[in-house]
């Protein structure tokens, strides 16, 4: 429920530049962004698991954003090229990207990552692989909403007086 008390947060915290591509692009980089950024991305869903409310992990989301432009900005400066035809293969493979296609084009592509990022193509696999991580956040502490009150115990039913009107219709004692 949301109340005039609520904390929204304003536009300016809430504005990040944007990573400008089309789906192809961001699919040609994906395996080896999602390894790059592989921590920011788990720190904020670990955020976002614990707290339970998204205006409190805004800046692990930034953080997640700051390095996928990070990693682009490195991928234009050292892999533009192999990148470029690795993802037009990809768009030009099928209606549905074909990675098998376009192997030969990921090769080199590879390569360059491993040079100049020091980072290997993820497995299949990767990323769904249940992995640890280690965090500098604290655990938030879960408050337990109140409970109601506890319900009075009724007492001995069979000491209760029956009520005139009921005694007509009264089967009490009659199996006893």
């Known amino acids: 429920m949301t109340t005039n008390d609520t ?10 530049p944007e990573i400008n591509m089309t789906s192809m692009y961001l699919l040609a980089a994906g395996h080896h ?3 790059y950024c592989d921590n920011q991305q788990k720190e904020f869903m670990l955020c976002w698991h614990e707290e339970k409310d998204p205006r409190q992990c805004i800046n692990e989301g930034k953080e997640v954003t ?3 432009i990070e990693f682009f900005q490195k991928l ?6 192999p990148y470029t035809k690795y993802a037009q293969c990809l768009d030009h493979s099928a209606t549905v990207p074909d990675f098998d ?3 030969k084009v990921q090769a080199p592509y590879d390569k360059c990552v491993l040079d100049h990022f020091g980072q290997e193509r993820p497995w299949p696999g990767y990323f769904s692989k249940a992995r640890l991580h280690e965090t500098k956040r ?11 009150e506890a319900v ?3 007492g001995d039913t069979d000491k209760m007086p029956i009520p005139p009107s009921a005694q007509k219709h009264s089967h009490r004692g009659a199996f006893a």
């Open 66 to 68: 700051r390095c996928g």
């Open 7 to 16: 904390y929204l947060p304003s536009y300016e915290e809430l504005t990040v």
């Open 152 to 154: 009075p115990t009724p």
């Open 76 to 81: 234009r400066k050292h892999c533009m090229e």
């Open 101 to 103: 296609k376009c192997r």
């Open 138 to 148: 604290p655990k938030p502490e879960y408050k337990l909403p109140p409970l109601p």
């Open 33 to 35: 962004a999602g390894k």
